[in-house]
């Protein structure tokens, strides 16, 4: 086995390699500028990996059950991929790349993106997470050139970047689908405005209103969940890429360009902040959380209003459930799941929060933790 360890600036390698009986004979190995990147050779074998300059040994499989996190932001390949072609274009200004290297990386990414598109992508060990596993591939595809895209950069700023454009991406198919339950519930209301309802106050009759009057009052809670999606998305419009590790970047990437590229407003003021900062996650999640709580209110009375004792309303069979004992039986499990789930998501906040709040400046490995809980909230909205 040869291990090439290759780190820094001053003594980067790129090495051209060519496969025959499945087996890689190392050609030739020659110095380069602006070249970062942590590469095992192996006979047979190339396993990338994004650090390891200074380990003697590899990593236990125990550590890597609980540091790996493909299994979950892997999900974020489109993401990591638009912030790599980012990345590549930024480089021909800062010298890193010439146009034409350029050019290749970024045919590459693409071919990467088609192989995830179309469900031929094969994730291999050593792929710890999506920037590993796009980076490895786009090697595979490209050559030597691979490794220089992520000359100037960490996973640091990396991932922020790519948690923001997917957070962004989420807000706008979440409002999406929010707009259809609320234009739902104003036809419910114009087809129904003059029907009477019982109004109730401490669950006791109260004074005459109407089904209209009682349905836009779980409209009106929505709208405002309308609007921290809203404010969510403006919070999370600031690009990270270039903060580097914690203290930016040696070489002379233009933030501006990488903002605009990637559909940013504007960029991250402090680079230790921006590899840190998840306030936009606590701010999506706490949207979710209230979508969840408000639209768990409007199942919970539905619920009691489809009951025999009010018989106000119906659930379609297609709706419901029934009794593996009681053949009369007729349950409103949707809605009751929908007030359930509203827990989980309450809990999802406070999970990432009480994480949050002991963290110190810059980043911790504690932040992988930020994305499960986000994600499951996404997956349970989009069905409820």
Known sequence: MILILLFGRIHPLIWLISR?????SI????????FMATEKIVTGVISMQLW???FAKGTAELVRQINDSIGFDVRMWREDIDGSIAWAWGHIASGVLSSAEAEILVDGLHQVADEWENGTFELKAGDEDIHTANERRLTELVGAVGGKLHTGRSRNDQVATDFRLWCLRAVDMLEEELQVVMGTLVVSAETNHDTPLPGYTHMQHAQP??????????FWPLQR????LKNARAVADECPLGAGALAGTAFPVDRQFLAKKLGFSRITQNSLDAVSNRDFVVDLLYACTMIGIHLSRLAEQLIIFSSQEFGFVRV????????SLMPQK???DTLE???????RLVGLLVGLLVTLKGLPSSYDKDLQEDKEGIFNAFDTLMVV
């Open 27 to 34: 050609i030739k190995i020659c110095r380069q500028n602006n």
């Open 330 to 332: 007729k349950n409103p």
């Open 225 to 228: 969940d309308v609007q921290r």
């Open 209 to 218: 209103i109407t089904w209209g009057h009682w349905i836009l009052s779980h």
């Open 337 to 343: 799941l929908t007030r359930g789930k509203a827990g």
């Open 52 to 54: 390891g300059g200074r």
């Open 20 to 24: 025959k009986s499945a087996n890689i």
């Open 316 to 323: 379609d069979d297609a709706y419901s459930t029934g009794s």
